[in-house]
């Protein structure tokens, strides 16, 4: 472990709900809670001002309303995260060429690598700038805890939230970590957490105290020996940049059980195309192909196959995915679905003849057969009339664009109607309406950066440019690609910078809580 608290963890706070407040002024101060919002839907991420009633991440969707009924309940939009995380990372690749992603909105940081920190002094001073710089670039707040080890830095970042910065000095590790629970130390998670307990050990200075023959004993060599060095605030793990990407994958819950062995078949070729998506944005490549189906018990079946060279094209891994289901036995119901890729490369080596064989298939796959479309246009009555096209769907929170009234967000839909409050992350709080869901005038949207420039510069917005470049085109429309974005020299986070929103102007709707 190093003299300098040079090592730096940055923790954005409550994320993908701070990133909602700050794109809708109307819930700004008021409890979000961002997940899935189906029956079996589990919370993602709680805004402090919903924690405040017991809203946790990974709660059951139903406990969560149950605790918090009048929060807003919002769909995630990765799309919006992920380039508000390349935003962030680009800020730190700015402090050090030693940046360890750990998810979209937690990192570590060399300081020293990159010659922007040596001391305390100068640690506190580029933590500091930093999270001044993320708030004037994404509008956001993290948490920055600094110090000699990567363990030590975490633990600070946790004492600095919401929006602070701890710094733990040089020599005082041990008298900070004695009276922490066990659950501190990473690796320490719940069942290993009880065996201590059970063992009459329940705080960090009592690991310390009990010996590493004893934690040997209890947990294992390998274990007991890394947890012994923890307790003594050792740690000499080192920040790695870059790390290896091991899978690609994707997955759906689904709120019923699906039954129907061709909805199954249609679902997975449709994550197959996904998970293909997500492949190509990173620039990757994979020869195993892996299915995953929970079935309606809770029973789990992984199934992979292994090509003979790695691909990225959607029929060879849609056909891969199909052979792997035709082994699966659904008929109980199934209530998750997933496609991943493995044993990645960055280039392809293609099966020609499986590849044309693949889309062969998928163009018959593609014409309905007789029986499916008798099935899929059934008659309503006498007068052979079709059943009237499926309702447009409008998950709660996503961006939406009205003739009229112009841009806002979906507060809620059902009984063929959708309410809309149009404001932008630069308005006033906005007003609400409520459309058919059919209302051609209403149309999805791309959401809108949470930082808006000012009016006077011209160019790209910061989520258009990379580091270094005066100019550069739009992102990557598929979300999975990573770009790392622009510091954003020029952007303004300044309210009265702002233009006022016309977005409810003429509404005649009172403007009312989410």
């Known amino acids: ?13 409550a994320f993908f709900a701070s990133a909602e407040q700050a794109s809708k002024p109307s819930l700004r101060g008021k409890a979000v809670v961002v997940g899935g919002l189906g029956p079996r839907g589990v919370v993602s991420t709680a805004s402090y001002e919903a924690r405040v009633f017991g809203v946790n991440s990974a709660m ?9 009924p009048n929060a807003a309940y919002l769909v995630p939009r990765f799309g919006l995260y992920r380039e508000v995380s390349d935003q962030v990372m680009g800020l730190l690749r700015a402090l050090s060429p030693l940046v360890e992603p750990l998810s979209l909105d ?15 002094r100068s640690a506190r001073l580029a933590g500091a700038k930093l999270r001044a710089d993320i708030r004037a670039v994404t509008g956001l707040t993290g948490s920055v805890g600094l110090a000699a080890s990567k363990m030590l830095a975490k633990i600070a970042s946790e004492q600095a939230k919401p929006d602070g910065l701890v710094l733990i000095d040089p020599g005082t590790e041990r008298e900070l970590l004695g009276p922490m629970s066990v659950r501190t130390l990473p690796g320490v998670g719940p069942a290993t957490g009880d065996h201590l307990r059970r063992a009459g050990i329940t705080t960090v200075g009592e690991i310390a105290e009990a ?16 947890l012994f060095a923890m307790a003594l605030a050792r740690d000499d793990r080192p920040v790695v940049s870059d790390r290896e990407t091991k899978s690609v994958s994707v997955e759906d819950t689904y709120d019923v059980d699906i039954h129907d062995r061709v909805r199954v078949g249609l679902e997975v070729q449709r994550l197959a195309d996904r998970c293909v998506r997500r492949l190509r944005g990173a620039g990757l490549s994979g020869r195993t192909i892996v299915l995953k189906v929970r079935r309606y018990d809770f029973s789990t079946l992984t199934r992979s196959e292994t090509l003979r060279g790695p691909t990225d094209d959607p029929g060879v891994v849609q056909e891969a995915a199909a052979r792997l289901l035709e ?21 392809t080596q293609e099966d020609l003849f499986a590849q044309a064989q693949a889309q062969a298939q998928a163009v018959a796959a593609a014409e309905p057969s007789a029986a499916e479309r008798a099935r899929a246009e059934p008659d309503t009555g006498p007068a052979g009339g079709k059943e009237p096209p499926a309702e447009r769907r409008w998950s709660a929170g996503h961006d939406v664009r009205h003739a009229e009234f112009g841009y806002g967000w979906v507060q809620g839909s059902g009984l063929g109607r959708v309410t809309v409050r ?8 906005g007003r609400v309406r409520t459309f058919r869901t059919d209302d051609p ?13 000012r009016p006077e510069e011209s160019g790209p917005t910061p989520a258009d440019v990379e580091p270094g470049a005066s100019e550069a085109g739009a992102p990557e429309s598929d979300p999975a690609a990573r770009v790392v974005q622009d510091p954003g020299d020029h952007v303004s986070s300044d309210p009265a910078s702002r233009p006022k929103s016309r977005s409810g102007g003429g509404a005649g709707d009172a403007t009312s809580s989410p």
């Open 1 to 13: 472990m190093r003299n300098a608290p040079t090592i730096l963890h940055l923790d954005m706070d």
């Open 327 to 347: 082994g699966v036995d659904t008929t109980g119901g199934v209530r998750l679905l997933g496609v991943g890729v493995s044993g990645l490369a960055d280039y």
């Open 60 to 68: 059951p969707m139903a406990q969560a309303r149950r605790r918090a």
């Open 211 to 226: 010996g590493e023959d004893e934690l040997v004993r209890l947990l294992g060599k390998a274990h007991g020996h890394a």
């Open 441 to 453: 005038r209403l149309e999805p949207a791309d959401p809108l950066p949470l930082v808006e420039r």
């Open 106 to 120: 937690e990192a570590f940081v060399d300081l020293e690598a990159g010659g922007t920190a040596w001391d305390e």
């Open 422 to 429: 149009f404001e932008t992350p630069y308005s006033e709080p």
